[in-house]
């Protein structure tokens, strides 16, 4: 039957007049076995689906970074910057390799640099400088740093700077530092070798404040003109600064020669300015600039304007010797005009008399002049007796009489003030 039932499936084509007609494929039924693995597979496949989103969720996830408070994040893309500063709080970037997330702390830091301080044990940074003993007769650059001076001295000085990355400049700072600690100390060391090279060592013990705003500014513009490293220099401080202890006594000898020197040159110029005072009051500064301007102009013009102006400012501002002298002055003047003017006017009044009754006016001037004689208590006078043939006269005034003259002068003086 299996023959046959075959020769009848597969007997004839299509040019014999009979027809035949293909069966539709129907797929056969599964045992139970395979069934199983069929669905075991379809199971897998969904899972490793739902793994892979879960990767792939998990991976853009891991792009989820906080910045802190005090800090931002620069981030790069393949190595090379973005241009992106994010600011504190939840931020995202594409996970790394993509994009690199670095952080720069924002916040203040601080520290110290000794390079130029000289090393002391224990037991002696409890101790004044002052009392300490130098360890050797001379320094040795190995283990004692210090800084050579305008004036050729060596002084020693610790400094303690302040810094920090503004937010502003954080993609400087991440392209051009490693280390900024390191680059900092570099450069404060730098501009402290060059400041104190211009700065006396009296600036540096007395006054090293100076010394230490002078190197911010000098690494600053280190900073940021060649490095363009992002960092801020807040603040430099120099908390103690001190001569070599080898050096101790001569130090102090030089130091209180100077001290002596400002102290001389002080009381000089005291002395000039209470002279001065003194002389003329508070216009003598007035006064001294335009005299010193006499030695540099060179016409006549100026020179004349000049001393013009020097004395209006004597006659109408200066107090003291020379204001009271050109009052003085000025009163006697307005004195001897008064009384030249009072003259011709009464010469004027006499005159047409005399023209008038010549002899009457000689008779009443004469007059005039003898009771003005008389009553002068400077004149003195002596009473010839009528018909006396001979006279002895003695020259010497009498000592009372120029007691009482000088009595009655001061008294005058005296009422007069």
Known sequence: MFDEHNHNHFHGDGHDGHCCHDEPLTEAPLDAANQSLSDALRASFSVLKFIMLLVVVAFLLSGVFIVDEREVAVVTRFGVQTGEVRKPGLQWALPYPIDEVTRVSTAPKLIRVEDFWLTLREEEKSKPLEQLSPR???????????????????????????????????????????????????????????????????????????????????????????????????????????????????????????????????????????????????????????????????????????????????????????????????RDREQIVNSALAEVSQFEAVFDEYRRNPELVRMQLGQSMRQALFKNQDVVKWILPTGAKQLVFWLNKDPKEVAAQEKARIEALTKGK
């Open 136 to 330: 050797t007769a001379g320094l040795d650059p190995a283990v004692d740093g210090a800084l050579l001076t305008a004036d050729r001295f060596i002084m020693h000085a610790s400094f303690r700077v302040q810094y920090r990355m503004p937010e502003a400049t954080a993609i400087d700072y991440v392209r051009n530092v490693r280390n900024d600690e390191e680059l900092v100390r570099s450069v404060i060391k730098q501009a402290a070798v060059a400041e104190a090279a211009r700065t006396p060592a009296e600036v540096v013990w007395r006054d090293p404040a100076q010394l230490a705003s002078q190197v911010q500014t000098r690494a600053q513009k280190i900073l940021e003109e060649e490095l363009h490293s992002g960092i801020q220099i807040e603040n430099v401080v120099i908390p103690q600064s001190h001569y070599p202890l080898q050096t101790a006594e001569e130090f102090l000898a030089v130091n209180t020669a100077e001290a002596r020197r400002t102290e001389l040159i002080n009381e000089a110029q005291s002395e000039r300015e209470k002279k001065l005072n003194g002389i003329a009051g508070s216009a003598w500064q007035k006064l001294n600039a335009e005299i010193e301007k006499l030695d540099q102009v060179e016409s006549e013009a100026e020179r004349e304007e000049l001393i013009r102006k020097i004395g209006a400012i004597l006659a109408t501002e200066a107090t003291g010797e020379a204001g009271g002298k050109m009052r003085l002055a000025q």
